[in-house]
């Protein structure tokens, strides 16, 4: 019998197609004509802020229903984290 849970209970698979302005875009990470994340590897580098973005990652699986018991957007938000660290960004739809 196979088993769809895994770290911390995650269900699989996570879905990320989700439109969910609060993981893809927050307007408190928008709300200037460049976004943090790119003001960051203008500042650092790509290599480094790749890094941070794994460590994000772990940090929103880390705290998952820690805010409320609907850890759905923590989930979506880590993956967002991986992806982006993977050089695939989510904020260019495809």
Same mark, same amino acid.
């Given at each position: 019998m196979s088993d769809d849970t895994g770290f911390k209970g *995650? =269900?699989?698979? +996570? *879905?990320?197609? +989700?439109? $969910?302005?609060? @993981? $893809? %875009?927050?307007s408190h990470y928008a709300d200037s004509d460049i976004e943090c994340i790119d !003001?960051? +590897? !203008?500042?650092?580098? %790509? $290599? =480094? @802020?790749? *890094?941070? !973005?794994?460590?994000?990652?772990? =940090?929103?699986i880390w705290r998952m229903d820690k805010k409320s018991t609907n850890s759905a957007q923590d989930k979506r938000k880590a993956v967002w984290y991986l992806r982006y660290s993977m050089g695939d960004d989510p904020r260019i739809k495809k």
């Open positions: *995650i =269900k699989y698979p +996570v *879905i990320t197609d +989700v439109d $969910d302005p609060m @993981v $893809d %875009q927050p !003001a960051m +590897v !203008a500042a650092f580098g %790509q $290599d =480094k @802020v790749n *890094i941070y !973005a794994e460590i994000a990652s772990f =940090k929103y």
